[in-house]
T-cell receptor, first 115, second 114 residues
Framework: GAGVSQSPSNKVTEKGKDVELRCDPI?????LYWYRQSLGQGLEFLIY????????KSGLPSDRFSAERTGGSVSTLTIQRTQQEDSAVYLC?????????????FGAGSRLTVL | AQKVTQAQTEISVVEKEDVTLDCVYE???????LFWYKQPPSGELVFLIR??????QNEISGRYSWNFQKSTSSFNFTITASQVVDSAVYFC???????????FGKGTHLIIQP
């Protein structure tokens, strides 16, 4: 597509439920990133995929968070047993590659509210 | 470790004033990239500029200008003759040579009052 597409744009869930957030990157972009933006905070790196290589999961805040990228394209971020502190906007970005300072293009984000 | 500091949490100016947003970074890499992104109320991050560590030339794009100084590890952003549409949160970010993703500052919330 023309841009990075994320769904759902808004998700309200109850504490303890699992949620899945989807990211469809720009066609041809091999690098894909997930960031989290909590209210009034900067962007916190979560996970990064580059092609078919093993993802860099160093930013995931707990083992309740996981992500996968199927076929080098669409990615799903899963949060299990959601907690109220998981409430945030989850941003996905993609780029041509992870090196050479390629520009990251961001999606509009998925706003997660955990009640 | 990499770090980006945007000391100004919020700036409020009256329309047509000039305003400078500060960004100070830390990295041990000799090759790195600096970015500015704009996040308007709609929420989507918009890329503004990228600079590599070997290019210290200042850049001007319309009312926007950027001052990159390696000696002070700063990459400041100036908006001349500000407009209400410039109101947004502005993020400075750093990509080091070995990093897998951008390191962002906490952002500066810019409010342009009519």
């Amino acid at each position: 597509g023309a841009g990075v597409s994320q769904s759902p744009s808004n998700k309200v869930t109850e504490k303890g439920k699992d949620v899945e957030l989807r990211c469809d990157p720009i066609s041809g972009h091999t690098a894909l990133y997930w960031y989290r933006q909590s209210l009034g905070q900067g962007l916190e790196f979560l996970i990064y995929f580059q092609g078919n290589s093993a993802p860099d999961k160093s930013g995931l805040p707990s083992d309740r968070f996981s992500a996968e990228r199927t076929g080098g394209s669409v990615s799903t971020l899963t949060i299990q047993r959601t907690q109220q502190e998981d409430s945030a906007v989850y941003l996905c970005a993609s780029s041509l590659a992870s090196t050479s300072g390629n520009v990251l293009t961001f999606g509009a984000g998925s706003r997660l509210t955990v009640l | 470790a990499q770090k980006v500091t945007q000391a100004q949490t919020e700036i409020s100016v009256v329309e047509k004033e000039d305003v400078t947003l500060d960004c100070v970074y830390e990295t041990r890499d000799t090759t790195y990239y600096l970015f500015w992104y704009k996040q308007p109320p709609s929420g989507e991050l918009v890329f503004l500029i990228r600079r590599n560590s070997f290019d210290e030339q200042n850049e001007i794009s319309g009312r926007y200008s950027w001052n990159f100084q390696k000696s002070t590890s700063s990459f400041n952003f100036t908006i001349t003759a500000s407009q209400v549409v410039d109101s947004a949160v502005y993020f400075c970010a750093l990509l080091g040579g070995g990093a897998d993703g951008l390191t962002f500052g906490k952002g500066t919330h810019l409010i342009i009052q009519p």
